[in-house]
């Protein structure tokens, strides 16, 4: 069997055509989305992710606002630019670029961030509205693996679902978004004893430990869905500078039943969950405005975010 690829690139293509749409819609009620991307440092990763995210936004409409902070920024100042940001109309969704510069807690800085605007989904109050299976704004990247899975079709209820790394931006928040959808899942991690007897098992396998070639063809299962979110530059061999995930993918694929490629898979689609927040939150806010009473929409503990 050879694996159908699940196409990223075109997916999140196709998402974006409709958000053009939504995009005139909010227009016609006079509301631009608008995104604030924080920088603070000058990584040079993080700087390409950053360009990638505002490109994003000027093809889609939407308007950005790039705040490039040095290095040596107190935390105060941070925090002071995103209560800045939390009180702006034209901002609907604020995203603080990571890592951050040692000095700076990214936990006061996630928090401080309007649930109204956490667009990445890392706020406390999101990260537990996936638990009960209500947040606001889903993680972008989890989120993105949620629709490329749609793509095949597959109903994901009862099925053994093998996550690889349980970091808090990937691994964790998947996991419970197939809980939510009634998979059967397994977390697996760095410090998981016999990985292949785990992902043997699956019929889903979710993949995003940052490792190139840990899963190989003989760690499948005949037919299983593989999708892979690692994102890995190699440094030596013939192929130094090649951009890989973490699965080989050249022998999974005559495994799996449906596999994504790297790069072309879940890459593109995470930029394109982040503008879906985004637009998501300009349309909250733009009926929040029309409700007549806040509490209807909301929780109380919202008011004050
Ligand atoms: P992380 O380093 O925060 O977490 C990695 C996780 O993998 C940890 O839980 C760790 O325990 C686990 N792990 C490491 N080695 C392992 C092993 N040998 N066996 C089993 N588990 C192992 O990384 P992250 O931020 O979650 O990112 C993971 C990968 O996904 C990276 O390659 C990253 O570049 C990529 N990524 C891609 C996107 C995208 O848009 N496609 C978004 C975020 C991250």
Redesign the pocket.
């Known amino acids: 069997m050879t694996a159908q690829i699940i196409d990223g690139k075109a997916l999140s293509k196709q998402l974006r055509v409709g958000f053009r749409e939504r995009v005139d819609h909010l227009a016609d009620q006079g509301v631009q989305p608008g995104l604030a991307v924080i920088l603070v440092g000058d990584n040079p990763a993080s700087r390409v992710y950053v360009g990638n995210k505002i490109k994003a936004c000027e093809e889609c409409g939407v308007r950005s606002f790039h705040i490039a902070l040095p290095a040596d920024t107190p935390q105060a100042e941070v925090l002071a630019t995103i209560a800045r940001l939390n009180a702006d109309p034209a901002v609907h969704g604020i995203l603080i670029q990571l890592p951050l510069p040692p000095h700076i807690e990214p936990r006061a800085v996630l928090e401080a961030i309007s649930v109204h605007k956490d667009v990445d989904g890392f706020h406390l109050y999101n990260v537990g509205g996936l638990v009960v299976g209500n947040t606001i704004f889903p993680p972008?990247?989890p989120y993105?693996v949620q629709l490329l899975l749609d793509t095949t079709g597959t109903d994901v209820a009862g099925k053994n679902v093998v996550v690889?790394?349980?970091?808090?931006?990937?691994?964790k928040p998947m996991a419970l978004m197939l809980l939510q959808r009634e998979a059967t899942v397994t977390i697996?991690?760095?410090?998981?004893r016999d990985?292949a007897q785990h992902t043997i098992l699956a019929d889903i396998l979710i993949?995003?430990?940052?490792?190139p070639g840990?899963i190989v063809p003989q760690m499948v299962k005949q037919g299983a869905i593989v999708i892979d979110?690692?994102?890995?530059r190699l440094t030596d061999g013939p192929n130094a500078g090649k951009i890989v995930?973490?699965v080989d993918f050249d022998g999974v694929k005559e495994k799996a039943s449906w596999i994504t490629p790297?790069p072309g898979?879940?890459?593109?689609?995470?930029?394109t969950m982040l503008i879906e927040n985004t637009l998501r939150s300009a349309e909250r806010t733009l009926r929040m405005r029309q409700a007549d009473d806040f509490q209807e929409w909301e929780a109380p503990i919202l008011k004050n975010g």
């Open positions: 972008c990247t993105g690889v790394g349980a970091s808090n931006i990937v691994g697996c991690h760095a410090k998981t990985l993949v995003a430990a940052g490792k840990l979110v690692g994102i890995n995930g973490d790297v898979g879940v890459g593109p689609m995470t930029v």
